[in-house]
């Protein structure tokens, strides 16, 4: 923003000059891909309770509460200190406008986080009665109110499509920004829930049953293939559009973010899906342990590309 007054009429003069360069950096993409991590462990959690008994995953019900837990405050807190004025956050609360997609999402990701928090502390209830939760009021409640767990894990499964996919609406509409067409940015973000829920759940599924881990392992071959397939989509058939085509030349080979884009996409599309895929014949917990966090670094590095290389071209 540019001012300047005229002495003779004390008319103040502003004028509007863009930003150039990066706006959005990688405090959005650790925003995006924790997020990512937060709603798809309840994505799976619900099919893998939907698919087995309860007594086939022992340490599900407190541990996904748990990292949906962490995940979600580290989504909130990169989107805090991301804003220039985070208390005008507070304004959202208070004063909120509902046409805003920005006041919507942070709504409804509140309320998500309130409802994983409850669930947090009914399963360290359960699981920890004593030490060092002892005494703790909310998890005395927890233990005592164990039967609204299945009451309000169906609307947290609700609550976690638009949480994970409101993004996508933002990004859309931001002017001049063609490859962030809400339609392959929402199906682009559900595809990252379940990578990143199944990668993330691999890590506590030590105690499980082979039939689980093999579900695991069959949904991270699935979102791995279908997220490459996408990103090879708009990368090769991008023609349609002169913007897409001139912003994608950041990412084809020899540009600045070529080699940052084709490590990703190996590292965690590429190599996760055929460790999964073998691990669906043979159950080895260490390889899958090293697919789940090869896909969390790879998911990581291309969403990182792909949400910088659209502000990298001048608007005129």
Same mark, same amino acid.
């Given at each position: 923003?540019?001012?300047?007054?005229?002495?003779?009429?004390?008319?103040?003069? &502003?004028?509007?000059?863009?930003?150039?360069?990066?706006?959005?950096?990688?405090?959005?993409?650790?925003?995006?891909?924790?997020?990512?991590?937060?709603?798809?462990?309840?994505?799976? @959690?619900?099919?893998?309770?939907? +698919?087995?008994?309860?007594?086939?995953?022992?340490?599900?019900?407190?541990?996904?509460?748990?990292?949906?837990?962490?995940?979600?405050?580290?989504?909130? *807190?990169?989107?805090?200190?991301?804003?220039?004025?985070?208390? +005008?956050?507070?304004?959202?609360?208070?004063?909120?406008?509902?046409?805003?997609?920005? &006041?919507?999402?942070?709504?409804?990701?509140?309320?998500?986080?309130?409802?994983?928090?409850?669930?947090?502390?009914?399963?360290?209830?359960?699981?920890?009665?004593?030490?060092?939760?002892?005494?703790?009021?909310?998890?005395? *409640?927890?233990?005592?109110?164990?039967?609204?767990?299945?009451?309000? *894990?169906?609307?947290?499964?609700?609550? @976690?499509?638009?949480?994970?996919?409101?993004?996508?609406?933002?990004?859309?509409? %931001? @002017?001049? +920004?063609?490859?962030?067409?809400?339609?392959?940015?929402?199906?682009?973000?559900?595809?990252?829930?379940?990578?990143?829920?199944?990668? @993330?759940?691999?890590?506590?599924?030590?105690?499980?049953?082979?039939?689980?881990?093999?579900?695991?392992?069959?949904?991270?071959? !699935?979102? &791995?293939?279908?997220? *490459?397939?996408?990103?090879?989509?708009?990368?090769?058939?991008?023609?349609?559009?002169?913007?897409?085509?001139?912003?994608?030349?950041?990412?084809?080979?020899?540009?600045?973010?070529?080699?940052?884009?084709?490590?990703?996409?190996?590292?965690?599309?590429?190599?996760?899906?055929?460790?999964?895929?073998?691990?669906?014949?043979?159950?080895?917990?260490?390889?899958?342990?090293?697919?789940?966090?090869?896909?969390?670094?790879?998911?990581?590095?291309?969403?990182?590309?792909?949400?910088? !290389?659209?502000?990298?071209?001048?608007? %005129?």
């Amino acid at each position: 923003m540019v001012e300047s007054t005229i002495h003779a009429t004390q008319a103040v003069v &502003t004028l509007d000059v863009p930003i150039q360069g990066i706006v959005w950096g990688s405090i959005i993409t650790v925003n995006m891909w924790a997020k990512s991590i937060g709603t798809g462990v309840v994505f799976l @959690a619900a099919f893998l309770w939907f +698919r087995h008994n309860k007594e086939d995953m022992p340490n599900l019900k407190w541990a996904m509460p748990i990292i949906a837990f962490i995940a979600l405050n580290v989504f909130l *807190f990169f989107t805090l200190i991301d804003l220039h004025q985070p208390y +005008r956050m507070i304004h959202i609360f208070t004063h909120p406008h509902w046409t805003s997609s920005i &006041t919507v999402g942070a709504w409804l990701a509140s309320i998500f986080l309130v409802l994983v928090s409850i669930l947090m502390f009914i399963g360290v209830g359960e699981k920890f009665p004593g030490v060092p939760f002892k005494g703790c009021l909310l998890t005395k *409640f927890g233990r005592k109110n164990s039967f609204l767990y299945e009451k309000i *894990f169906p609307f947290l499964v609700f609550l @976690a499509i638009p949480v994970t996919t409101y993004t996508a609406i933002i990004m859309a509409q %931001s @002017a001049a +920004r063609e490859l962030w067409q809400a339609p392959t940015e929402v199906m682009q973000m559900m595809w990252a829930a379940l990578m990143a829920g199944s990668a @993330a759940l691999i890590f506590i599924s030590g105690s499980w049953s082979k039939e689980a881990r093999k579900d695991l392992a069959l949904i991270l071959a !699935i979102s &791995t293939f279908f997220s *490459f397939a996408m990103y090879m989509s708009e990368y090769f058939f991008s023609f349609k559009s002169s913007e897409a085509e001139a912003v994608l030349e950041f990412v084809h080979v020899g540009g600045s973010y070529s080699i940052q884009f084709w490590i990703g996409l190996t590292l965690g599309f590429i190599i996760p899906f055929f460790i999964a895929v073998g691990n669906m014949k043979s159950d080895n917990q260490t390889l899958l342990k090293f697919a789940a966090l090869f896909a969390l670094i790879g998911l990581f590095l291309v969403k990182d590309v792909w949400l910088k !290389i659209p502000q990298l071209l001048p608007l %005129s």
